[in-house]
């Protein structure tokens, strides 16, 4: 590990009991969802971690004990380096406090990783689906939702894929 | 409002001030389909007479799954979706997926390979560059640099086409290396292009940059500071326009990046005239870099000789009992990766654009994430466009240089 | 001997109704500007120098779908697309016709999913498909061509 992420990496270590791991020269702290935003804040003022660059969402289901964990990579411009914190959350409509009063550039974030997983984000002005329309159902990007495949036509099953197909009017 | 005007708010009602609910101002929907917005953009417009007062972007119509998608398929079926994301940056997506793919397996890249990478990346750095200038400018009312963009970009095309056979969605670059070796006539086929592009760049130029119509419209319009670009995250020639010479291929170097002798343009505007010149600029350094790769290309094998994750050549299956061996297993089930997470970047046209993989030790990945640059900085037009009019709004957008495939993925 | 041989040298040139029509709707068909995704920078390539478009009496491409014949739906059709799609196909006057452009417009492309349907005639009647991801400029103009060929056979009785 550089030596540039030193104070920060032993800082989180001690105050909120972060778990380190690190793999091909990159450095993950683990915390937990108590002390996400003051684990953000303390990166952002006191080690100079300025920039999120993005908010993203990783689904282990079957495994319910964490279900989720929640990444952010935080980027110093100053040391040129990247920190990603890892949240665990369990169950199956998990809430977090929001990160937008850190970064205020993670709102769109949140809103895809509410939209796509189903985990809330309390204190967010905006929580609402962005890339999927406003009224679809369900979160497609959970490991327990059907990719909705469709059946490839072959001469064998031609015309009871053709009865399933919508056609327009006219 | 009427019953009709707030239902199609569709909940955006929490976004707009009180002067738009009493009927002061004017809510109007810029659609999804509209000549100007560059792809199927929607924005909802909050109008005092001609002036923007807020601008709320609404994304999603280009929606395609990618990610879920990627997680049915092996390593190597999986790249052909990466092409489709930014389908004006197709060899760059390749790039960072398998960047990303050759760090968690801990794989060689040789160097001929590598330079050829840098190669093709810079040329289609020049190409979507190119198809920006032809599109703003079109917006701004230049219509003939269009035409001339679009003759320039026909050669690119013919470019990618002799390495790989097709013209955009090339995945030529491959986990360990290429696809195959360049043909004979690439290395005569590009110095001819870098040749004439130069004073073809100077025509663009004499069309616009001293236009006092094209100043009167770029000038001042869409500022944005530093504090702000880092405060959202913004980077690419957004950040470079406004003052901070950051770029990942002299930060963070990849691919050999760091032999090569470029400077990063920036301007210290904040507007669009400052990003416009940035661009220009960035296609004369591209030249530069693809000059001296051509020079400094060695020769050797363009693909890592680490068979447990590398197909082995065609003439090496006909000969030996393990290539058989190898090919078939890679084809029919696939490599195994550590289990691991990585994150790889790589500096796009528009921005920083990064790949997230997450494996559990199967051959397909479990989790494919991609930090598009156009996402994350299309969260600022609400900035910029607070106090403009209707027609700077178009010059915006087309300056922000968004992809919507790279939004909504 | 008919009225062709007596007032050839006059200049008058006799054809049916039927020809003559159809010969007017193909000469200068305009499009609507639908690019989507890939296939739509396919399309600003056919329609610029190299490939000319113009020659078909294509070259503007209007974004308004009061005054366009051919929609030429180029790209991906997401779920949250699909009702605008279909609204702007309401609104173009009839005639009119449609042109699915590319794979991914005409049976779902390489995107078997839940977020794109699956061809692009699940709400709009299609008259041309053209393969490709993203076809090739000239693949795009002979699909123009073979549009024109069918409303050439088309009959009065099945005019709209």
């Given at each position: 590990m550089h030596e540039s992420y030193q104070p920060a990496v032993s800082a989180l270590q001690r105050r909120f009991g972060a778990e380190l791991r690190e793999f091909r020269d990159e450095i993950t702290l683990l915390v937990e969802p108590d002390h996400w935003i003051d684990a953000a804040t303390a990166l952002r003022d006191e080690f100079g971690f300025n920039s999120l660059e993005g908010i993203t969402a990783v689904d282990y289901w079957?495994?319910?004990?964490?279900?989720f964990h929640i990444i952010a990579h935080i980027y110093s411009f100053s040391i040129h380096k990247t920190i990603i914190l890892r949240v665990p959350l369990n169950g199956n409509s998990p809430t977090l406090p929001t990160l937008e009063t850190v970064f205020p550039n993670a709102n769109w974030h949140e809103r895809e990783v509410w939209d796509m997983f189903g985990i809330r984000f309390e204190g967010h002005g905006d929580l609402r689906r962005i890339l999927m329309p406003q009224d679809w159902q369900g979160h497609p990007q959970r490991k327990d939702y059907p990719l909705g495949y469709e059946e490839v036509q072959f001469t064998f099953n031609f015309d009871k894929i053709s009865l399933k197909k919508p056609a327009p009017r006219e | 409002m009427t019953e009709q005007q707030l239902f199609e708010m569709g909940g955006m009602e929490?976004?707009?001030s009180e002067r738009a609910m009493r009927g002061e101002t004017m809510v109007l929907n810029m659609g999804p389909q509209h000549p100007s917005t560059h792809g199927v953009l929607r924005l909802v417009l909050e109008l005092d007479g001609e002036i923007v007062q807020n601008c709320v972007p609404d994304i999603g119509f280009l929606h395609t799954g990618v990610e879920k998608n990627m997680e049915g398929k092996t390593y190597q079926k999986a790249e052909v979706m990466t092409d489709r994301l930014d389908y004006m940056n197709t060899i760059g997506n390749n790039l960072v997926y398998c960047m990303a793919v050759e760090k968690l397996c801990d794989l060689d890249v040789p160097p001929r390979a590598q330079g050829i990478r840098v190669i093709l990346a810079e040329l289609q750095r020049i190409a979507s560059h190119l198809l920006w200038l032809g599109t703003s400018a079109l917006d701004l009312a230049a219509m003939s640099v269009f035409l001339y963009a679009m003759r320039e970009r026909e050669m690119i095309m013919d470019i990618f086409e002799l390495v790989s056979g097709q013209r955009m969605m090339t995945t030529y670059i491959r986990p360990g290396g290429l696809w195959r070796d360049v043909p004979v006539e690439f290395e005569q086929t590009v110095r001819e292009f870098i040749r004439i592009l130069p004073k073809r760049i100077d025509e663009y130029e004499s069309l616009l940059t001293k236009n006092p119509l094209f100043i009167e419209r770029t000038i001042g319009i869409g500022k944005i500071s530093v504090e702000d670009c880092i405060r959202w995250g913004v980077t690419g020639p957004v950040l470079r326009g406004s003052g901070m010479g950051f770029d990942l291929r002299k930060v963070h170097p990849y691919m050999g990046y760091e032999q090569y002798d470029f400077n990063i343009p920036t301007e210290t505007g904040g507007d669009i005239n400052a990003r416009y010149k940035v661009r220009v600029q960035e296609m004369r350094e591209s030249i530069r870099i693809v000059e001296q790769a051509l020079d400094k290309l060695p020769l050797g094998p363009v693909r890592s000789n680490n068979r447990k994750y590398v197909p082995p050549p065609r003439s090496e299956i006909g000969t030996s009992m393990e290539a058989l061996i190898h090919h078939f297993k890679l084809w029919t089930e696939g490599f195994t990766p550590p289990v691991g997470s990585v994150y790889a970047v790589t500096e796009s046209p528009r921005g920083e654009l990064g790949c997230f993989l997450e494996s559990?030790?199967?051959?397909?990945?479990?989790r494919v994430h991609f930090k598009t640059p156009s996402f994350t900085n299309l969260q600022i037009m609400p900035l910029l466009s607070k106090g403009h009019f209707v027609a700077d709004l178009v010059g915006i957008i087309g300056s922000i240089d968004i992809v919507l495939g790279d939004t909504d993925r | 001997m008919g009225v062709e041989q007596k007032a050839g040298n006059l200049g008058i040139v006799t054809t049916t109704l039927e020809q003559a029509v159809n010969w007017s709707r193909t000469n200068s068909m305009w499009p609507m500007l639908f690019g989507l995704a890939c296939c739509a920078i396919e399309m600003m390539a056919a329609q610029s120098a190299s490939y000319d478009l113009s020659r078909f009496g294509m070259e503007l491409m209007r974004p308004s779908p009061r005054q366009s014949d051919l929609m030429i739906v180029a790209g991906r059709v997401s779920r949250k697309m699909a009702p605008v799609l279909r609204n702007l196909y309401d609104q173009m006057p009839d005639p009119k016709w449609v042109i699915a452009m590319g794979d991914c417009a005409a049976c779902g492309g390489v995107f078997n999913n839940y977020a794109i349907m699956q061809g692009v005639d699940e709400v709009v009647p299609v008259d041309v498909y053209i393969a490709g991801c993203p076809p090739r400029p000239e693949g795009l103009i002979h699909g123009i061509i073979t549009l024109h060929e069918k409303v050439r056979k088309e009959k009065i009785h099945t005019w709209k």
């Amino acid at each position: 590990m550089h030596e540039s992420y030193q104070p920060a990496v032993s800082a989180l270590q001690r105050r909120f009991g972060a778990e380190l791991r690190e793999f091909r020269d990159e450095i993950t702290l683990l915390v937990e969802p108590d002390h996400w935003i003051d684990a953000a804040t303390a990166l952002r003022d006191e080690f100079g971690f300025n920039s999120l660059e993005g908010i993203t969402a990783v689904d282990y289901w079957p495994q319910q004990t964490p279900r989720f964990h929640i990444i952010a990579h935080i980027y110093s411009f100053s040391i040129h380096k990247t920190i990603i914190l890892r949240v665990p959350l369990n169950g199956n409509s998990p809430t977090l406090p929001t990160l937008e009063t850190v970064f205020p550039n993670a709102n769109w974030h949140e809103r895809e990783v509410w939209d796509m997983f189903g985990i809330r984000f309390e204190g967010h002005g905006d929580l609402r689906r962005i890339l999927m329309p406003q009224d679809w159902q369900g979160h497609p990007q959970r490991k327990d939702y059907p990719l909705g495949y469709e059946e490839v036509q072959f001469t064998f099953n031609f015309d009871k894929i053709s009865l399933k197909k919508p056609a327009p009017r006219e | 409002m009427t019953e009709q005007q707030l239902f199609e708010m569709g909940g955006m009602e929490h976004l707009f001030s009180e002067r738009a609910m009493r009927g002061e101002t004017m809510v109007l929907n810029m659609g999804p389909q509209h000549p100007s917005t560059h792809g199927v953009l929607r924005l909802v417009l909050e109008l005092d007479g001609e002036i923007v007062q807020n601008c709320v972007p609404d994304i999603g119509f280009l929606h395609t799954g990618v990610e879920k998608n990627m997680e049915g398929k092996t390593y190597q079926k999986a790249e052909v979706m990466t092409d489709r994301l930014d389908y004006m940056n197709t060899i760059g997506n390749n790039l960072v997926y398998c960047m990303a793919v050759e760090k968690l397996c801990d794989l060689d890249v040789p160097p001929r390979a590598q330079g050829i990478r840098v190669i093709l990346a810079e040329l289609q750095r020049i190409a979507s560059h190119l198809l920006w200038l032809g599109t703003s400018a079109l917006d701004l009312a230049a219509m003939s640099v269009f035409l001339y963009a679009m003759r320039e970009r026909e050669m690119i095309m013919d470019i990618f086409e002799l390495v790989s056979g097709q013209r955009m969605m090339t995945t030529y670059i491959r986990p360990g290396g290429l696809w195959r070796d360049v043909p004979v006539e690439f290395e005569q086929t590009v110095r001819e292009f870098i040749r004439i592009l130069p004073k073809r760049i100077d025509e663009y130029e004499s069309l616009l940059t001293k236009n006092p119509l094209f100043i009167e419209r770029t000038i001042g319009i869409g500022k944005i500071s530093v504090e702000d670009c880092i405060r959202w995250g913004v980077t690419g020639p957004v950040l470079r326009g406004s003052g901070m010479g950051f770029d990942l291929r002299k930060v963070h170097p990849y691919m050999g990046y760091e032999q090569y002798d470029f400077n990063i343009p920036t301007e210290t505007g904040g507007d669009i005239n400052a990003r416009y010149k940035v661009r220009v600029q960035e296609m004369r350094e591209s030249i530069r870099i693809v000059e001296q790769a051509l020079d400094k290309l060695p020769l050797g094998p363009v693909r890592s000789n680490n068979r447990k994750y590398v197909p082995p050549p065609r003439s090496e299956i006909g000969t030996s009992m393990e290539a058989l061996i190898h090919h078939f297993k890679l084809w029919t089930e696939g490599f195994t990766p550590p289990v691991g997470s990585v994150y790889a970047v790589t500096e796009s046209p528009r921005g920083e654009l990064g790949c997230f993989l997450e494996s559990d030790g199967s051959p397909k990945p479990y989790r494919v994430h991609f930090k598009t640059p156009s996402f994350t900085n299309l969260q600022i037009m609400p900035l910029l466009s607070k106090g403009h009019f209707v027609a700077d709004l178009v010059g915006i957008i087309g300056s922000i240089d968004i992809v919507l495939g790279d939004t909504d993925r | 001997m008919g009225v062709e041989q007596k007032a050839g040298n006059l200049g008058i040139v006799t054809t049916t109704l039927e020809q003559a029509v159809n010969w007017s709707r193909t000469n200068s068909m305009w499009p609507m500007l639908f690019g989507l995704a890939c296939c739509a920078i396919e399309m600003m390539a056919a329609q610029s120098a190299s490939y000319d478009l113009s020659r078909f009496g294509m070259e503007l491409m209007r974004p308004s779908p009061r005054q366009s014949d051919l929609m030429i739906v180029a790209g991906r059709v997401s779920r949250k697309m699909a009702p605008v799609l279909r609204n702007l196909y309401d609104q173009m006057p009839d005639p009119k016709w449609v042109i699915a452009m590319g794979d991914c417009a005409a049976c779902g492309g390489v995107f078997n999913n839940y977020a794109i349907m699956q061809g692009v005639d699940e709400v709009v009647p299609v008259d041309v498909y053209i393969a490709g991801c993203p076809p090739r400029p000239e693949g795009l103009i002979h699909g123009i061509i073979t549009l024109h060929e069918k409303v050439r056979k088309e009959k009065i009785h099945t005019w709209k």
